[in-house]
């Protein structure tokens, strides 16, 4: 009797461990991305307003896209050799650093969340450009200047027509014209960069 009641509390307890164990892992990869956190920090914020939960996502994505911009500028000077492309890079850098700061300014103002570094797609990128050649560098990032800047294009438009608040359609409208500039300029540096070859 003894023995089946000591192997029972043993493997309750086991049962316990194992089971806080996956929980704590579980939570510990949404933390791992800042992005999902501020949006889990806005869920909570915005819990009983559905409208202003949904205009914090253009916010949010935002800013992970200014901080995946303004590291890979940073990494183009770096890494790269060719002028173009570190100028291109330099050029993002200004360029969202202070877009970064309008959207700061707003969500602060809408107490909305933002990401406090970068999302793990971005560190990803970071991370995979990083390890490429020079050569090969300079057309990965063209490559992905272009990708990044038609989605941002995308995410800014529905912004600016479906945003619930006024002034967060306004900002996205404002943001418009700077990023289809980046995307014809990025276009042009990977002409350049394919035809390296």
Same mark, same amino acid.
């Given at each position: 009797m003894r023995k089946t009641s000591l192997f029972s509390k043993m493997l309750l307890g086991a049962a316990v461990v194992t089971m806080s164990f996956g929980m704590t892992s579980c939570k510990e990869n949404k933390e791992d991305d800042p992005k999902e956190v501020a949006e889990e920090q806005n869920e909570e914020t915005f819990d009983n307003n559905d409208e202003m939960e949904d205009d914090s996502e253009y916010l949010v994505t935002a800013s992970a896209i200014d901080m995946k911009e303004i590291e890979l500028g940073k990494l183009a000077q770096q890494k790269s050799t060719n002028a173009d492309v570190k100028a291109y890079g330099q050029m993002m850098v200004d360029a969202h650093? @202070?877009?970064? /700061?309008?959207? $700061?300014s707003l969500?602060? #103002?809408?107490?909305?969340?933002?990401?406090?570094?970068?999302?793990?797609?971005?560190?990803?990128?970071?991370?995979?450009?990083?390890?490429?050649?020079?050569?090969?560098?300079?057309?990965?990032?063209?490559?992905?200047?272009?990708?990044?800047?038609?989605k941002a294009i995308d995410k800014m438009e529905k912004?600016?027509?479906?945003?619930?608040?006024?002034?967060?359609?306004?900002?996205?409208?404002?943001?418009?014209?700077?990023?289809? @500039?980046?995307? /014809?300029?990025? $276009?042009?540096?990977?002409? #350049?960069?394919d035809n390296m070859e």
């Amino acid at each position: 009797m003894r023995k089946t009641s000591l192997f029972s509390k043993m493997l309750l307890g086991a049962a316990v461990v194992t089971m806080s164990f996956g929980m704590t892992s579980c939570k510990e990869n949404k933390e791992d991305d800042p992005k999902e956190v501020a949006e889990e920090q806005n869920e909570e914020t915005f819990d009983n307003n559905d409208e202003m939960e949904d205009d914090s996502e253009y916010l949010v994505t935002a800013s992970a896209i200014d901080m995946k911009e303004i590291e890979l500028g940073k990494l183009a000077q770096q890494k790269s050799t060719n002028a173009d492309v570190k100028a291109y890079g330099q050029m993002m850098v200004d360029a969202h650093t @202070k877009a970064s /700061e309008t959207t $700061k300014s707003l969500a602060q #103002k809408k107490n909305v969340s933002l990401p406090s570094s970068l999302s793990e797609d971005a560190q990803e990128a970071y991370n995979d450009l990083n390890d490429e050649s020079a050569m090969d560098f300079n057309k990965k990032y063209a490559d992905m200047m272009v990708d990044v800047h038609e989605k941002a294009i995308d995410k800014m438009e529905k912004a600016s027509e479906k945003a619930n608040d006024e002034e967060i359609r306004m900002w996205a409208a404002n943001m418009l014209p700077d990023l289809r @500039k980046h995307l /014809e300029e990025a $276009k042009s540096l990977k002409e #350049k960069m394919d035809n390296m070859e």
